[in-house]
């Protein structure tokens, strides 16, 4: 039995991981944080999160013993909770550099998964397209991605990793081939990738990567049909967090890993 506090637990994917925690005999929910100030504060976890009456409140800080931290915030957030020095799972996105150095410094000394797609199907689906990258050499690769209309950050941050899993198949950096959407006069440079985002509805989660070559076009699709998807992921990377050394891990790391 691992122990989580759930951090940004009044979110969409907060709340879907309280309740996949709620559900799990192997997880036990230690608590929820919130926003500091939120009118959150004080209320149910389980009724926060449509499982019925936990008796656990959410709070502003973690509880003592509070086991993983499995955050899904803002970035300014997320580093800001790196000074609790416990095991976590970040699947915050839109992390600067300098962001996510903090968090590389932090896993010094505590186990922290960091991974912008909690789902098994993206995570394995880098290997094909690092692959079909490398060997499609001279196809031109774009990437659209879909998300719903309360996203804040753009591109994805599975879109970011997609692009890097088809740069690494061609021994190059995503920062050098990246074009985000294209406007006017702009004519597509050999080995450029193009990276383009969509916003509407209540779109969970699509991500394309398309090569297009002179007489074929091969594409591969994921769709995300529920956060929960995420949310048992963030549970699995949580179980690995939790027995883990120090270190930053991905959730190639936590798949590959037994159990
Ligand atoms: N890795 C993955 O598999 C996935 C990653 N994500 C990422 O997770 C993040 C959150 O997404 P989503 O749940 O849709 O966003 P939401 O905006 O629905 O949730 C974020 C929550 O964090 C809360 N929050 C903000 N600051 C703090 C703080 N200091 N302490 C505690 N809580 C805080 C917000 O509160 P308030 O509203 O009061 O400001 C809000 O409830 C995004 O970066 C998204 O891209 C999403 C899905 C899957
Ligand atoms: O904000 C979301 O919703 C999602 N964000 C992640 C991302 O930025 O890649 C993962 C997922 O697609 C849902």
Do not use: W
């Not at 990276?195 to 990567?209: D, S, T």
Request: glycine content about 14%.
């Amino acid at each position: 039995m691992i122990r989580v506090t759930v951090v940004g637990a009044a979110g969409r994917m907060g709340r879907e991981v309280c309740r996949a925690a709620l559900e799990d005999p192997g997880v036990e929910l230690a608590g929820g944080v919130v926003e500091p100030g939120s009118p959150d504060v004080g209320a149910d976890l389980g009724e926060l999160c449509g499982a019925g009456r936990a008796g656990l409140a959410a709070s502003e800080e973690p509880p003592e013993d509070a086991g993983v931290l499995v955050e899904f915030t803002t970035p300014e957030a997320t580093v800001e909770h790196l000074s609790y020095r416990l095991p976590a799972v970040i699947g915050t996105t839109g992390l600067s550099e300098e962001q996510r150095a903090r968090v590389e410094e932090a896993a010094r000394s505590v186990p922290i998964v960091l991974a912008p797609n909690m789902s098994a199907g993206v995570n394995l689906l880098l290997g094909a397209v690092r692959e079909l990258a490398e060997k499609l050499a001279g196809y031109d690769v774009e990437i659209v991605e879909a998300h719903h209309r309360g996203k804040r950050d753009a591109p994805s941050g599975t879109a970011l990793l997609l692009g890097r899993a088809a740069t690494s198949g061609r021994g190059q950096r995503l920062e050098d081939v990246a074009v985000y959407g294209r406007e006017g006069v702009s004519p597509r440079r050999e080995g450029e990738i193009g990276i383009h985002a969509l916003r509407g509805g209540a779109v969970v989660g699509e991500h394309r990567v398309i090569f297009y070559g002179a007489g074929e076009e091969v594409e591969v699709v994921h769709r995300a049909l529920s956060r929960r998807t995420f949310a048992e992921g963030a549970l699995r990377a949580a179980r690995f967090a939790a027995a883990a050394k120090p270190g930053l891990y991905t959730m190639q790391d936590v798949l590959s890993a037994r159990g």
